[in-house]
T-cell receptor
Framework: EDQVTQSPEALRLQEGESSSLNCSYTVSGLRGLFWYRQDPGKGPEFLFTLYSAGEEKEKERLKATLTKKESFLHITAPKPEDSATYLCAVHMYSGGGADGLTFGKGTHLIIQP | KAGVTQTPRYLIKTRGQQVTLSCSPISGHRSVSWYQQTPGQGLQFLFEYFSETQRNKGNFPGRFSGRQFSNSRSEMNVSTLELGDSALYLC????????????FGPGTRLTVT
C-alpha cells in the first residue's frame, strides 16, 4: 500500500538550532513530492515541489532534498516564526486508485526563543 | 492574484442534515481538489474536478459528492451528516497538469452535533 510517513511527530528546538524533518514514502511511481507548512486554523501553504532523486530546493531558512525513498526538510538557524506543522505529500502515478495527494501526518515544529 | 477562497468558513450542522461547501480557485486554474482533515486521520483526498468533470475520487462513501461549474468554481455536498464528518474541509486548486503543486484555501470548519 502506498504510504507516506513523517518523523518526528513533534520537535521542539531552540532559536538558531538547526535540524531536519524526514518524510519517507513507499509509492509505486512518484510524480512529485511536496512540502507544505500549516499554521493552526489555516490551510496548508505550499513550500516546495521535488520531482527526482538528487533534486534540492531552497527558500530562506528551508532546504528540501529528495532521494528515491525519502525527503528531508532542513531548517537552518530557525526563528520562532518558523513554528508550524510541516506536511509532506506525494502525487503518484495512478494505477486505478485515487490520484490525489497522499499526505503524511506532519511534524509539529516549535521554535523556542 | 487572489488566492483560493472557501465559504463558509465555519458551519454547525445537526446529524442527518446535509451541507454544501463552496470553493473558488485561483484565476486560471482548472482543477479543484477537496480534502478532509481530522486530528486522527490527517489530510485525506476526497475528489478532484477538472473542466467540470470528476477526474479522481478517494475512498469516501457516496454521501460525499461534488461538482464544478464552467467558471471552475466548485461545490462539495455531504448528505445525511454523521458526527464523524466533523472536520476541516480544504479545497485546493492547480493548473490541472499532473504532478504540479496545489494551492489550498483556508478551509471550512464543519461541526456536526
Amino acid at each position: 500500500e502506498d504510504q507516506v510517513t513523517q518523523s518526528p511527530e513533534a520537535l521542539r528546538l531552540q532559536e538558531g538550532e538547526s535540524s531536519s524533518l524526514n518524510c519517507s514514502y513507499t509509492v509505486s511511481g512518484l510524480r512529485g513530492l511536496f512540502w507544505y507548512r500549516q499554521d493552526p486554523g489555516k490551510g496548508p501553504e505550499f513550500l516546495f515541489t521535488l520531482y527526482s532523486a538528487g533534486e534540492e530546493k531552497e527558500k530562506e531558512r528551508l532546504k528540501a532534498t529528495l532521494t528515491k525513498k525519502e525527503s528531508f526538510l532542513h531548517i537552518t538557524a530557525p526563528k520562532p516564526e518558523d513554528s508550524a506543522t510541516y506536511l509532506c505529500a506525494v502525487h503518484m502515478y495512478s494505477g486505478g486508485g485515487a490520484d490525489g495527494l497522499t499526505f503524511g501526518k506532519g511534524t509539529h515544529l516549535i521554535i523556542q526563543p | 492574484k487572489a488566492g483560493v477562497t472557501q465559504t463558509p468558513r465555519y458551519l454547525i450542522k445537526t446529524r442527518g442534515q446535509q451541507v454544501t461547501l463552496s470553493c473558488s480557485p485561483i484565476s486560471g486554474h482548472r482543477s479543484v481538489s477537496w480534502y478532509q482533515q481530522t486530528p486522527g486521520q490527517g489530510l485525506q483526498f476526497l475528489f478532484e474536478y477538472f473542466s467540470e468533470t470528476q477526474r479522481n475520487k478517494g475512498n469516501f462513501p457516496g454521501r460525499f459528492s461534488g461538482r464544478q461549474f464552467s467558471n471552475s468554481r466548485s461545490e462539495m455536498n455531504v448528505s445525511t451528516l454523521e458526527l464523524g464528518d466533523s472536520a476541516l474541509y480544504l479545497c485546493a486548486s492547480s493548473s490541472g497538469d499532473r504532478g504540479v503543486e496545489q494551492y489550498f484555501g483556508p478551509g471550512t470548519r464543519l461541526t456536526v452535533t
